[in-house]
């Protein structure tokens, strides 16, 4: 069975579209879980509908606390072997779960990473995220978001795997790469399966900055602390490790942002990277050569503040 984990706050424009795409589907062997994070509008009554209409939909209705504190609460109640986290306001594609229904049958493997796309809020697909994942798995690069995969529910209760609830960004990245120190073996496709809709830049302005640079950095710190003493091939975690921190840098013009913030972001990630490099030495040359490219990325960053 598929656990299907969908937190639902202000959401009720959307979640007839999320919840009637998955009702549509051939594949019926699955559950759907739905936490009312305490929304103010609809969005509890859309959901105790759809459980009405149907019993393999159940609905819990909680005090708002975030949308980790929602998929923790789900995680309590999952039934199946397998769980797809979706966002409810975006959509998956017809038919997917039945072409993806011989991986789950597979128990060699721990993860199923499949395509997302980029839409809009017409439901039109504009851009497929990966021309070919296996090309993009096969270089050591992953996706951190959690609608990319199914991720196996035994390896989740077994490892306590959980949600930081004190993270409001990010928090899916740290689940993601916790999460992969425990993957014995991971089946990739290029078969289409999830459209996101996500934020226009705008939205970022509305993010107050020091919160988010505080916890995409405590993210990463989180997922060094909770490997480090792991058997893992930790050349897999500083590269992608790396990687988001150069992605935190080149974020930073999105937001109002003056420059003693940006310098405060900047300390950040010096304390972070410090970290980084005493991961595992063996990697240490790799990172200092690219302490360069951050060192431009920081100044081409800190140009555009000022000039803008």
Known sequence: ??????????????????????????????????????SPDN???????????DSRVKVFHKENGGVSSARNLALEHVS????????SDDWIENGCLEQLQGYLN??????????????DLNYNIKTAYFPSLEAYSTANYFQPALWNYFFRASVIKDNGLRFSKELKYAEDFEFVL????????VQTTDLLVYNYVPADDSAMNRIPVQLFTQNNFSAVNGVIDYVAAKDVYKGFYVHNLYVFLKY???TMPKFKINKEEFREAKSRY????????????????FLLLKAADISLSNTLTLIKLIWR
């Open 1 to 38: 069975m598929l656990s299907l984990i969908i937190p639902a706050y202000k959401v009720e424009k959307y979640l007839h579209v999320c919840l009637d795409r998955i009702l549509a589907q051939s594949f019926s062997d699955y559950e759907i879980l739905l936490v009312n994070d305490g």
């Open 43 to 53: 969005s509890g009554q859309i959901c105790d509908e759809y459980a009405a209409r």
């Open 80 to 87: 199946g072997e397998w769980i797809f986290f979706i966002d």
């Open 106 to 119: 597979d128990s060699s493997l721990d993860l199923v990473q499949f395509n997302t796309s980029r839409t």
């Open 178 to 185: 916790k999460y992969f120190a425990h993957v014995r073996a």
């Open 248 to 250: 935190i840098l080149r």
């Open 270 to 285: 010096k304390g972070t990277f410090k970290k980084l490099v005493t991961f595992d030495s063996r990697f240490n040359k």
